[in-house]
Every structure is written in C-alpha cells, then in structure tokens.
C-alpha cells in the first residue's frame, strides 16, 4: 500500500510537475523583483542623484547578510534540519520584508535626506531592504533545489531544474525589459518594485499550496522502511563532508565564475546599450531581456539532452567558452550597432542556458540527498560573493576610469570597454575550471557525463 501511494506522489507525473509549477511562479516573482532596479541606474542618477558607484554600493548589499553573517551556510544547515516547508516559508515572508522596505525607500525620497555611515540615507535603507530579500531569495533558491532533487529524482531532473530557470528568467527579462517603461508611464521609479511586491505576495500562496502536497507525500515516505528515513535524516557531520568534497568545491567555483560574468553584467547591460550602441533608453532594455528569454527555451532544452545523453561538464565547457566570446566582442571598439549588441546577447543567452542546465543537475551526483541542502547552502553561499563584489567592482572602475562626458539629459556617459575585459576574463577562469571538473569526474567516477534518467 505504502508503495502504491507514493506512486501518486513523487513518481507520478502529474503530482512532481505540478510541484515544479507552484516552485517555479513563485522564483519567477522573486527574480522579478531582483533585477527591477537594473534598467534604472541612468533614471537614479538623474532623479536622486546616485552615481555609478551608489549603484554598484546597492547591488553590493545583496551579499550583505549572505556572505559577511554567513547566512547562507547556516541556511542550509537549516534547511536540511527543518524542511523545504518551513524553510520556504520563510523564505518568502522574509523576501516580502525586504522589497518593502526596498520600495519605501524608493517611493519616499523626502523623508530619506543626507547621508547615514557615509552614504547616502535613501540609498542606505535601499540597501538594508534588498540584503534582507537576497537572505530569503538565496534561501529560497536553495530550497526549490533541493525540492526538484528529492520529486525528480530518478527521473528528468535536469529537465525540471531547467525548467525552474527557465521560469525565472521569464522574471529576469520582464524586469529587464518593462521597469523602465513603467517608471516612465506612472512618472514613478518605485512602481516596477510596487508591482513585485505584490506578485511575490502570489508566490508566496502558491508555495503555500506546494507545501500542502509536499506534506502528502512525507506522509506516504513516513511508512517506508527505516533505510530510507536513515538517508533523508540530517547529521551535524554532513558539514564536514561536503566541504571535504573536491568535486564540490569545482563545481562551487564553477558557478560563481559564470555567474560573476552573467547577473552583474545584466545590471549594467542597459546602460551599455545606451552608452556603447546608442540604443534608445526605452528599447534598451529589451535587448538584454533577450538573454533570460533565449533562455527560457533553451536551459529546458540541455537540461533534457543532459538527462537523456549525460555530457553534463562537456555543457558546462562550451557554455564557458561562449561566455568568454561573447564578452571579448563587447570589449572590442567596432561596429557599435544595435543588431551586433542582439546577436552578442543571443549567444550568451545560449551560454547562459548551457551552463545552469548541467550545473545544477550535478551537484545531487556529486553529494547524498541528507547533504544537499548544506551543499547548496555553500555554493550559493561562494556564488553570493561574485553577486555582490563584482558590481561593486563594476561601478567603482566605472566611476574612477570609464567617465567620457555628460549626455543632453544629464546623464553620465561611460566607456564600458574595460568592465567588459573583466567579465572576459571571469570566463576564461570559469572554462579552466570546468576542465579541472572533468578530470575529476574520470577520476571519481561521479557520473556527471552520464545521463540522469534511470532505465
């Protein structure tokens, strides 16, 4: 009977996709509300006078808590202690509190005036509001992981987790390519954000119904023999294990390096447009809304020709290697032309698919299940450094070596040639890096070239 009910469950089709449908809305609002400030940067500036380097400052904010409270790394812990319910949870009502926060800032510049620890107050409590909700989405993004990991297992795993980026990016391209529109409409830079707000209040009902199937199915686990409740139970140990894992920590070097040169990329793309290919500041968004929506077809593409085939780090290497192309032609001084800025963006969304399609399908094969939330925890823990140091790094060379001038507006105008040598080189370390994996994967025998699909 025990075996008949988890049929239902986790190894019906119906019940695991409907799961990765709740997860997935509710990432797609969270992402969302993460790059709505993005096509913003000239309008801050002109509006509430943040430079470059204030907007490098809030992008920074985002690994505030993550990283210097290690928030991260004991969400993990937490999350495979208490359980993806809770843990999303809360999760969500602490991503709410932050947008909040985010938007008031934002929506009440008079009540923000001077300048608190050396910055700007408005810019300040900005900051304070997006570190609080990087802490519950990173820790959400965690928990959905591990969510996919333990309904898909067995199964097309690396297809659902494509999917899962796929919907998030949809959220990506959406903030990437109508914020600014919207703030122009409503003459209003906090509307964008007052719309996420309220779509993350609907992600957060339905990861609520998610947690109603999710507890159905640990009833129907709860019956089965003891070896299996052995496996999910969490131990302190764990900790040490993963961090003793080599293949780990390549795939954890792995993944901030990509990411260092996609998502800071993404919240200075607009202003590149602007400034390099001369793209009109109402369309220029939508050239890098190309790259999540090339995506959102592609990443579920690799991710069922991973689970299909295997080939994961041979994805993972030719997604490097697009990467660094893609940036050493943004670097270069020539044909400065919208069409060449859209076939750029076109291969790096391909780059951008490939890489996450196999990355975040692999790590279940590299760790145990009762470890994965730990694991992720780390990962996303080194990943949060790249998120927030480099565009930190980003808009202090801008502000400090990129200025050429002022346009008629009042905006500032950069040259965004060396930020661009910088993302080359992140994806050169990233395709070295990948290939270290490789050999590694020959000499453990992890399986990461294997397919995921069991016969």
């Not at 997860?23 to 943040?50: H, S």
């Not at 969400?75 to 909040?100: E, N």
Request: glycine share 8%.
């Amino acid at each position: 009977m025990t075996e008949i009910l988890r049929q239902k469950l986790s190894d019906s089709k119906v019940a695991r996709w409907t799961v990765l449908a709740l997860v997935a809305f509710t990432m797609f609002c969270a992402y969302f509300i993460t790059d709505v400030m993005a096509p913003l940067m000239e309008e801050l500036g002109k509006e509430f006078n943040w430079t470059a380097s204030d907007f490098g400052i809030f992008n920074f904010s985002y690994m505030w808590i993550n990283v210097f409270f290690f928030m991260l790394i004991i969400g993990g812990v937490v999350l495979d202690k208490i359980g993806v319910r809770m843990t999303g949870v809360l999760s969500c009502a602490t991503m709410l509190i932050g947008c909040f926060i985010k938007y008031y800032a934002v929506a009440n510049p008079d009540q923000f005036i001077g300048t608190t620890l050396g910055l700007k107050t408005q810019l300040l409590v900005a900051c304070i509001g997006y570190a609080i909700f990087a802490m519950g989405l990173e820790m959400a993004g965690i928990t959905v992981t591990k969510t996919i990991a333990r309904w898909f297992k067995g199964h097309e795993v690396a297809l659902a987790m494509g999917l899962q980026v796929a919907v998030a990016r949809i959220g990506t391209a959406l903030a990437l390519s109508a914020a600014l529109p919207l703030a122009k409409h409503f003459n209003s830079l906090s509307t964008p954000i007052l719309l996420g707000l309220v779509g993350l209040s609907i992600g957060l009902i339905s990861y609520l119904v998610f947690c109603v199937m999710d507890k159905k199915l640990e009833k129907s686990l709860d019956e089965t023999d003891q070896e299996e409740s052995d496996e999910e139970a969490f131990n302190a140990k764990n900790i040490l294990l993963v961090i003793k894992n080599k293949g780990f920590w390549l795939l954890a070097f792995m993944c901030v390096l990509f990411y260092s040169a996609v998502y800071p990329f993404l919240k200075y793309a607009v202003p590149l447009m602007t400034n390099k290919y001369n793209v009109e500041p109402e369309f220029a968004g939508s050239i890098p809304a190309m790259l999540p929506i090339g995506a959102i077809f592609l990443t579920p593409l690799f991710g069922g020709i991973f689970d299909k085939l295997g080939k994961g780090v041979t994805l993972m290497m030719i997604g490097a290697l697009l990467l660094t192309v893609v940036h050493f032609f943004f670097s270069l001084p020539l044909l400065n032309i919208w069409w060449f800025a859209t076939i750029l963006m076109v291969f790096l969304g391909i780059a951008f698919s490939l890489v996450p399609s196999a990355m975040w399908p692999s790590v279940p094969k590299i760790i145990p299940q009762n470890q994965l939330g730990t694991a992720y925890g780390l990962i996303f823990w080194v990943q949060n450094i790249g998120l927030g140091g480099v565009p930190l790094l980003i808009g202090w060379v801008l502000n400090k070596y990129c200025i050429i001038g002022k346009s008629a507006e009042g905006a500032t105008l950069y040259d965004f040639q060396l930020p661009m040598i910088i993302f080359t080189c992140f994806g050169i370390l990233a395709l070295f890096v990948a290939m270290i994996l490789k050999r590694e994967d020959k000499k453990k025998g992890y399986g990461l070239e294997k397919p995921n699909i069991q016969k």
